[in-house]
Structure formats: C-alpha cells, structure tokens
C-alpha cells in the first residue's frame, strides 16, 4: 500500500504518521523473556563513512522493554514486557534538525518523497491556507490535511518556511528519506530496541522518558498536546507544534526529547508480535512487513486520544509517509 492508497481509500485506519484511536488497555501476559519463532531482519548498517558526531555512548546491558504499567494498546504489540540485551550503540543527542538537514540536501541534491509527490500531511490547527490547496482529507481523522506544496522546507504548505525554526526537527521526511541523510552522514537509523534503551536514560520500568509522574513539580518536560484534542491547543508547554530540539530537559543519557515533540523512524519493520516472535539478544524485527516503527509520539500527543508519548509505546506508518510531526535521530555501532 502506497501513501496515495492511504489518503485516498476513505475511512483511512492508518493515520499519516498520528496514533491510532486509544484501545481498552492491554491484558498482558506476564513478564517473561522473549524467544525465537521466526527469523529476524538482519542488524542495520553503517554506509558511509562512520561518524559518531553528535552522538552520545549508550552503554551494554539488559533492560527491561515493553509496558510494564497496563497502558498499552492491543494493536501495538507493546507487550509482553521483557528483558532485553542490547550491545553498546551510540545515538544522536538531538533528532536531526532542519539545519542539518539543509546541509545534507545542499550536499547531495536530496529531492524528498513529499516535495516528489507534491504533498504532505498538516494538522488543521497548524494548517493556515484558504483550503485551496487540501487535496485530501480523511474521514476517520478529519485534522490531518493532505497539503500541496507541505515539505521539510514548508511544514504547514507553500506560504511556511523553517526560517526561524533552523534548531527545529525536520519532518515531512519519509523512512527512505531518513536513509538517506544516514548514509550522508555516516550513521544508521536505532533499532526498535536501541531506542527504547536509549529512551528510558537509565531508569528501570519508567513511564516516561524523566520518570513515572507526567507533570514533576508542576513543570511540563514534554512537547505534547495540551487542551482539547484536536480542536482547542492551549500550548501549555510553549509550544503549538515542533519546539527546538533542546527545549527540554534530556534524560539520564543526556538525550534530548525522546518523547513528544516529532515522532522518530527506527530501523525496524513493525509487526504486533515482535516482543514474543524474537529474542531477547540485540532484537531487530521481522525481515519484511508492510510499515516501518515510529517511537517517541509527537505535539499531537494528547491523552484522550493518544498517549503514546509513554517510553515503551509504539506505533508505525508506511515508509512513504510524511507528515508534520515525524522527523528521526541517528545512531551508530559503538
């Protein structure tokens, strides 16, 4: 299925780069280590020449991933928890942001899936045209527009630009489009699994990315939506959508908004059984599927209707896909 198929099927249960509508939550199993039932895809690859600037060292070891809180949605394949072993990676401090990925452009004349198709996906609070360039727009989720002319370069269509949001993440890009400027830069999209690792900054079964409670002394440590989804942002945290990436306090590793803010391409295929389908020693997925993993949710996170800003959440979305709130951050072998 193309990201065509996906605006222009009607009903469209797969989202652009957004949450799925919340689910009961998760009866889960219990806690046990995974094992192996069919093969996995092979590790990701460095190409280029290997570059570790940026990046901070994650150190080897066993974690737990997974929910371990009974918030998950079924459909996610978020459980059963289980512990991971994961070897030493290194990961970018910040997901790469829209400066950085007009160097690489400049570079290599990189021409991205939404600018060849001619759209992209805005949310319609962000979205300020006179309708007249929406070509499509889903029944089952009415905010997001399908805008001519949205790109990396102008994330709310043809009359926005990234000017003043240099330190931003870029989004509107596509898996294969983070592919690329990996393999400009000399590092590789994380694993499902580095992620969450890296994630989780060294606290054990923790919620979030800074701990268990959302909201620490009062203070909000992450971009997500705030007010009534998805008609009334009260921007509450400061931000109505992407805020420069270090506009947050980082986690334990020293990395910067794991949560909320955009949503990030991992390496991985999704498939709902990945936690019992695979084992527990550096996990990287099936060999093939139909949608690739997005960790980390986005400022349309909201809990009435996605909480997936939570570590251990997941969701995916078609490698063609691009939308307002999906960019990536880079990692590399240790």
Not at 10 to 25: D, I, N, R, V
Not at 45 to 60: D, E, F, M, N
Not at 83 to 90: L, T
Request: with cysteine.
């Amino acid at each position: 299925m193309s990201r065509d198929d996906v605006w222009h099927r009607g009903g469209m249960e797969e989202t652009p780069s957004c949450c799925a509508a919340p689910s009961p939550a998760a009866q889960l199993p219990d806690l046990t280590y995974a094992t192996t039932t069919r093969g996995p895809a092979e590790r990701p690859r460095t190409t280029g020449t290997p570059s570790t600037k940026g990046q901070v060292l994650v150190p080897a070891g066993e974690f737990w991933m997974g929910d371990t809180h009974d918030e998950a949605y079924p459909g996610d394949g978020e459980g059963p928890a289980r512990v991971v072993q994961v070897d030493a990676f290194r990961i970018d401090v910040t997901a790469v942001t829209n400066q950085a990925f007009a160097a690489f452009v400049k570079a290599t004349g990189h021409v991205t899936t939404a600018e060849r198709e001619g759209y992209s996906a805005v949310f319609h609070l962000a979205y300020d045209g006179d309708g007249s360039d929406v070509v499509g727009r889903p029944e089952a989720t009415p905010w997001w527009l399908a805008v001519t002319g949205a790109s990396w370069r102008h994330p709310e269509g043809r009359a926005s630009d990234v000017t003043k949001r240099q330190n931003h993440p870029v989004v509107h890009v596509s898996y294969d489009d983070a592919l690329a400027y990996c393999a400009w830069a000399g590092k590789r999209l994380p694993t499902e699994a580095e992620w969450e690792k890296a994630a989780r900054g060294g606290l054990d079964r923790a919620r979030f990315a800074w701990g268990d409670e959302l909201r620490p002394r009062g203070r909000w440590p992450v971009n997500i939506f705030t007010g009534t989804f998805p008609t009334v942002n009260t921007a509450e945290n400061g931000y109505a959508t992407t805020a420069p990436v270090k506009a947050f306090a980082p986690n334990g590793y020293g990395l910067f908004q794991m949560s909320g803010n955009a949503w990030e391409w991992c390496a991985d295929w999704f498939a709902v059984d990945t936690a019992t389908a695979f084992g527990p020693d550096n996990p990287t997925g099936p060999d093939a599927g139909e949608t690739r993993v997005m960790r980390g949710g986005s400022y349309l996170c909201h809990d009435s209707y996605c909480h997936r800003y939570r570590v251990a959440a997941r969701s995916s979305s078609y490698p063609d896909s691009t939308s307002g709130n999906l960019g990536f951050r880079c990692a590399n072998d240790a």
